[in-house]
């Protein structure tokens, strides 16, 4: 079979494409010998590692709106508003104690160190802990917090991991971008995607978001407070990614494009996957 080098990118929902990206290259007959995950990269490339992915596939596919909403276990605290348990408890249900050395294919996965500004890398311990970690997006889920560390999301500094890769020579490596060029960026996507993140604070008076800027027509676009925080996010993300895929040339990179979802619509699921597929299809066509 031929062997591949997996690495999943952090973006959310988004992430969920890493599930038709990987359907495939099962498919075409590729043989994953290793996975390196960052974020929602982490979980999928995690769930794949531990023989689940068709358990979580099917989980995420029986998720509606408000069953999205109802694995949020609000916190409010200084660092975050989201304490980010609850969904490893559900996903623990069906996928088991998992211990990372005791995975039959190497998995790693990559959380961010802001006490000491340094990657982390999760090889070994229990996996549910290194996860939770790797998508603690900062100022949404509250950081884990250790004596030794405060660790957040591992796209604040490494959002597409092709650096830990252990390169084999009969193997390729595939890597997917989850921030990828948009299909489109319009005055009403940029409105509809503030409106959209916001819709899941209604519980929290103190956040609850009051000034989203109405749909106008002709209107000059106006970006919120949050609109700005979050492109300026993005932006960092975008020029992180470019340098690092010029530096760890993948043998195939998928693109992802990044407004195919918002953070949290993981309810897309069906959609979200068969967007994976048809990017795998497109990079290995190209």
Not at 26 to 46: F, L, N, R, T
Not at 82 to 98: P, Y
Not at 194 to 219: F, G
Request: glycine residues 6%.
């Amino acid at each position: 079979m031929k062997k591949v080098h997996l690495v999943l990118g952090s973006g959310g929902a988004r992430g969920m494409a890493h599930i038709g990206v990987i359907e495939m290259l099962q498919q075409d007959g590729y043989e994953i010998v290793e996975v390196v995950g960052c974020s929602m990269g982490a979980v999928v490339g995690a769930m794949y590692c531990t023989g689940n992915l068709q358990k979580y596939t099917q989980w995420l596919l029986s998720l509606t709106k408000s069953g999205v909403f109802s694995l949020f276990d609000f916190t409010l605290t200084k660092q975050g508003f989201v304490k980010g348990e609850k969904v490893f408890v559900k996903i623990q249900e069906f996928a088991g104690e998992q211990c990372i050395e005791n995975l039959k294919i190497p998995f790693v996965a990559v959380a961010t160190d802001m006490l000491h500004k340094k990657e982390v890398y999760f090889t070994s311990g229990n996996i549910y802990k290194a996860l939770r970690a790797s998508i603690a997006i900062p100022g949404v889920f509250t950081p884990v917090i250790t004596e030794e560390s405060v660790l957040v999301d591992g796209g604040v500094l490494n959002p597409l991991p092709l650096n830990l890769i252990h390169k084999q020579d009969d193997a390729i490596v595939v890597a997917v971008n989850l921030n990828g060029t948009p299909i489109k960026h319009t005055k009403q996507v940029i409105r509809e995607e503030s409106a959209n993140y916001w819709e899941w604070l209604p519980k929290l008076p103190t956040l609850v978001k009051k000034d989203i800027v109405e749909k106008e027509k002709n209107e000059i676009i106006k970006l919120s407070l949050f609109d700005l925080l979050n492109s300026s996010y993005d932006c960092t993300l975008d020029r992180l990614t470019e340098i690092i895929i010029n530096q760890y040339q993948p043998d195939i990179l998928i693109e992802i494009p990044r407004n195919i979802c918002n953070t949290f619509e993981f309810y897309k699921a069906a959609e979200v996957i068969e967007i994976g597929r048809e990017a795998y299809k497109k990079a290995i066509a190209d």
